[in-house]
């Protein structure tokens, strides 16, 4: 039992029990895009200060729960993230999000050099309102930039253009903006790999610190499952397995030819400019998710362990739950139940998709305990089939296990 | 002297005996499935007050889960009831209640050599199927008077004159004052009950002479070990008797006897011919009782066993394996349990390079074949790799060796063999005439020989077909059904082994055989199985990390070539948002079906790549 309570007390989740990192979903678009299953609302622009009035609502909620326990996290300064996603945060004007940090300064706490991203669309993002978002504290942009063909970007049903992505990029440049990643998207309707290289010489131009790229997959339920599932009429239009991986191989060495460190699976970043948000994600940290179908991760005071939670995906249901909730943890659903044990895989699970790998010393010092013989094996049988690649106490994806990191991650299940 | 009064009191007891016989009706119900068997039995079960109404589970007699989902009676059971009946009097019924499907034939002729009558259910708007006339042969063969009723007379389709005709034309029984009834709804039962007591005969007896007793079926019970199910012909058994089991030579002391009341035992202190009943004499296994045998008494044996006796004889073999290795001791414990109350299942350890460990079983058909697999995987919770099922091949070697081939693999080479025979069933397909045309195709596709058709009435024939029965258990019954658009019903019935030109089909994956896809088929078909494998092996192979030659050949000869691509990624691209879960979920059904997958070399197999070789969409 004693030894127990040790170990136990050795996890991070009870030495650092707050979260450090803090996600407000803003699920309003002009229009939504055919390939998205994110959660999103169109046409609610009535809802804004409805919405507005809820998230500080459940601003204070988290605010409640980091007084309880702000007493056992000595170390505890605020945030050290906070992330604005979507939807199109853009979409939402400077004085509520500046409304929103000073509320989550005061009720949550915001740390010195905290990193505060916003995504943005580049159809939405006039230098007046990119200078007035950086005034009201945001200091890292994620924009959508998607392609820089004007015949893609139409295809994949995208707002902006070449030339209003361009205008944005400089804007945000001058307007203070020092920390600017985009989204770049590969495996697109009649893309080729000629597509790729013009976006590569394209945003050596820019002033761009970030690079997340990623393959279309068409998700279902989304206008892009009719069209282009096997059997759709737009079907034949995607590029074959083979050219795709063709096209993300050349995207991948050209953008490490420009200096970007490839870090995560679908990750770049100049030396100093990794998304640190996304980087919590990825080793297991806890955060707080905010907003309606917001994901959150954090153990509260009723919970053993932390736990994954989701908000109502509804605006009003949302909204109503906030009015009645009387602590954060009455407001997500759980979305699984997580012992010490899926913790522990998950964060293999998670941290194999950061290139660097994971190191089973970070593991012993985050749980206090040795990695299990289990998961060892799980290693092993990995090496062994050279997915994964071994250096001293080391594991991290190689190249290969790039391109099947599913294979890597399931065993982590 | 002394004989003459043992005799004196013999007659006085046959006296007395006579009127107890009299009282007495074994019967059993039989029908084509789902015209209502199960049905009409729990409502004579409810009207003779054997049970009551709240107690009452739909279908008393099917009572495992899977037999009252498909609507079949897997194991036979026994109730026993008293039925108050117009004349005044108060009969005992025993109602015997009979595996409703062709694989089980000799149980059911078992079952009928227990009783002396049967109740004959005919669906009103069905009429007479396949099933139907092969239990009333059965039941004719063991000499049974048959009742007729046409049942579910209240569906709009009922044509209960029609059908009444037909039980005349077709089988040749007096169908004037055939009751008409519906099971579901309650109607018109106590006219059944009442003619089983008006048309069904007593059981003659001899409670005198040597004690021989039918074993018609048995269970096995945690407490009391194997319950012997027994309708006695002669004699009398007592609580205590040493008893002999005359084909297994065994002996034991019986311990417990009585009668069987639904959901329960009821002991008694004796049982007496005619009479139907149970007896526990410490018996461990039910494969030590044999369903047929003739149990009696061991210092004062019968003379000659009861006739009809048969030993269990497996048609179709598979391998078993578990879909995951680790699973092998619980497989094994799984079967042990199953064949528990399933004599008729047999299986042995047996080692598949692509498969690991796991178990050649036999079984009586392909029904038994499907029944067992699914009550492993769903009452044992186990997930199971099935090989294609084959049939008992019988190869005559060049040394003149003759020997029994359940399993492709243990096929010796070709030089080796002089020749090799396979079993021939006679198969019933009864359909609607204007698929005839369908069936006769169909059946000369699977090298059937026209033996002749019979009309049953102006639309429906019964067509006689001789055919091999490994054309049978690869996949024949479903494409029948697709063929008749569902009409067609099929029994067969094992006749002779028969020489025939075949040939070991090998599957190569990478280069490798894979020896759990090999099966035996006639040369004629090699080309176009191999071809059709080789193809649906390429759709149910997913793509791996490297590319996949498929080969089908026939002793080294490649005949027919396929390759699965290799895929180029596998990879969740985006995981932020937070939502951790979803990715997760994902990974989860991604996980499970890899669980589901077999590694063989270096190739990972679907489970129903293993199936595919026996379902091939003609």
Known sequence: MEADNNSAERTFYLRRPLPRSLYIHLPFCIRRCPYCDFFSTVGQENFF??????????????????????????????????????????????????????????????????????????????????????????????????????????????????????????????????????????????????????????????????????????????????????GGSLYRELPDPEDERKQWYTLREGLKAFGFEHYEISNFACPGYRSRHNSAYWSGDMYWGLGAGAHSYYRSRNDICPQRRANLNDLSAYAERVERADQISAMGELTEVMDAADIEKEFFLLGLRILDGVDLRNFTER??????????????????????????????????????????????? | MQDKSINKKQSSTDAADADRLALIRNFSIIAHIDHGKS???????????????????????????????????????????????????????NLIDTPGHVDFNYEVSRSLAACDGAVLVVDAAQGIEAQTLANVYLALEADLEILPVINKIDLPAAQPDVVAKEIEDVIGLDASDVPLISARNDINIVEVLEQIVTKLPPPVGNTTGRLRALIFDSQYDTYRGVIVHVRLRDGVLKLGDEILLMHSGETYT??????????????????????????????????????????????????????????????????LYPSDNADYIELRDSLEKLQLNDAALSFEPENSAALGFGFRCGFLGLLHYEIVIERLEREFDLTLVATAPSVVYRVTGTDGNVIMVDNPTNLPPPTLIQYMEEPIVRANVMTPREFTGNVMELCQSRRGTYINMDYIDANRVNMHYEMPLNEIISDFFDTLKSRTRGYASLDYEFLRYERADLVKLDILLNGEIVDALSFIVHRDKAYQRGRRIAEKLKDVIPRQMFEIPIQASIGGKVIARETVRAFRKDVLAKCYGGDITRKKKLLEKQREGKRRMRQVGSVELPADAFMSVLRLDE
């Open chain 1, 367 to 413: 749980f206090g305990h040795e990695v299990p013989a289990s998961i060892r094996l799980i290693l092993e049988k990995l090496v062994g089939i050279q997915l994964l690649i071994e250096e001293s106490s080391v594991y991290r994806l190689s190249l290969k296990g790039e391109d099947y990191g599913n294979r890597v991650f399931s065993e982590f299940i």
């Open chain 1, 49 to 230: 200060p409805q919405y507005q009035k809820a998230l500080l609502s459940e601003v204070r909620l988290v605010g409640c729960e980091v007084d309880f326990l702000r007493g056992r996290d000595p170390e505890y300064n605020g945030v050290e993230t906070v992330y604005f996603g979507g939807g199109t945060p853009s979409l939402w004007s400077s004085e509520h999000i500046e409304q929103l940090l000073e509320s989550i300064g005061t009720f949550v706490g915001i740390a010195d050099g905290c990193e505060i991203t916003l995504e943005a669309n580049p159809s939405s993002l006039s230098f007046r309102h990119l200078s007035d978002l950086r005034a009201a504290g945001i200091n890292r942009l994620s924009i959508g930039v998607q392609a820089t063909d004007d015949n893609l970007l139409r295809k994949i049903g995208r707002l902006h253009n070449r030339a209003e992505a361009e205008a944005a990029l400089k804007g945000a440049e001058k307007a203070g903006f020092a920390n600017i990643g985009i989204d770049l998207m590969i495996g697109l309707p009649a893309q080729t790999i000629a597509d790729i290289k013009s976006s590569l010489a394209w945003l050596r131009e820019y002033p761009i610190q970030h690079v997340s790229a990623y393959s279309l997959i068409i998700e279902p339920d989304t206008p892009f499952a009719d069209l282009y599932s096997p």
């Open chain 2, 254 to 319: 019986v311990s417990e006897l009585g009668y069987f009341t639904p959901g329960a035992l009821l002991p008694a202190e004796e049982l007496r011919a005619g009479d139907v009943g149970y007896v526990v004499a410490a018996i461990k296994d039910v494969r030590d009782v044999e369903i047929g045998d003739t149990l009696t008494t061991a210092e004062d044996p019968a003379t000659e066993p009861l006739p009809g006796y048969r030993p269990v004889q497996q048609m179709v073999f598979c391998g």
């Open chain 2, 39 to 93: 049905t009409l039995a729990d409502r004579i079960i409810e009207h003779t007050g054997a049970i009551t109404k709240r107690e009452m589970q739909a279908q008393i007699l099917d009572s495992m889960d899977l037999e009252r989902e498909r609507g079949i009676t897997i194991k036979a059971t026994a109730v026993r009831m008293n039925y108050r009946a117009k004349d005044g009097r108060v009969y005992t019924f």
